[in-house]
């Protein structure tokens, strides 16, 4: 029933930027907070950042100040604007959703992934040197 598809991934070069998009369906966001992440090759996939139902976001340290995370609940998606990449940010980036348990659950920002019970197929993020 629920499914998000991510888009806007593509190469581009370092201290550019990229906006990626997820598009949910069978679910509002009113009551679904979000969060992005990403893998690498050979590494696992790491929290990138979060969007509770109230629009509260929290990020991973190393990403707070370059990158963005939004969302449109009329157009049912979330955002991730990403600047200032660099070569290292080079990953799959996915967006996931979790189903809250009540209405202080939606308020919480949660980085782990198994907080998610949905999951996007990702799309490929490329910074070139």
């Known amino acids: 029933q629920v499914q998000l598809v991510e888009s806007g991934g593509g190469l581009v070069q370092a201290g550019g930027s990229l906006r990626l998009s997820c598009a949910v369906s069978?679910?509002?966001?009113?009551?679904?907070?979000m969060g992005w992440f990403r893998q690498a090759p050979g590494k696992e996939r790491e929290f990138v950042a979060a969007i509770n139902s109230g629009g509260k976001t929290g990020y991973a340290d190393s990403l707070k100040g370059r990158f963005t995370i939004s969302r449109d609940n009329a157009k049912n998606t979330v955002y991730l604007q990403m600047n200032s990449l660099k070569p290292e940010d080079t990953a799959v980036y996915a967006c996931?959703?979790?189903?809250?348990?009540?209405?202080?659950?939606?308020?919480?920002?949660?980085?782990?992934?198994?907080?998610?019970?949905?999951w996007g197929q990702g799309t490929q993020v490329t910074v070139s040197p």
């Open positions: 996931a959703g979790r189903n809250a348990r009540n209405f202080l659950d939606r308020s919480l920002i949660r980085t782990m992934r198994s907080d998610y019970e949905d």
């Open positions: 069978g679910r509002t966001l009113s009551n679904y907070p």
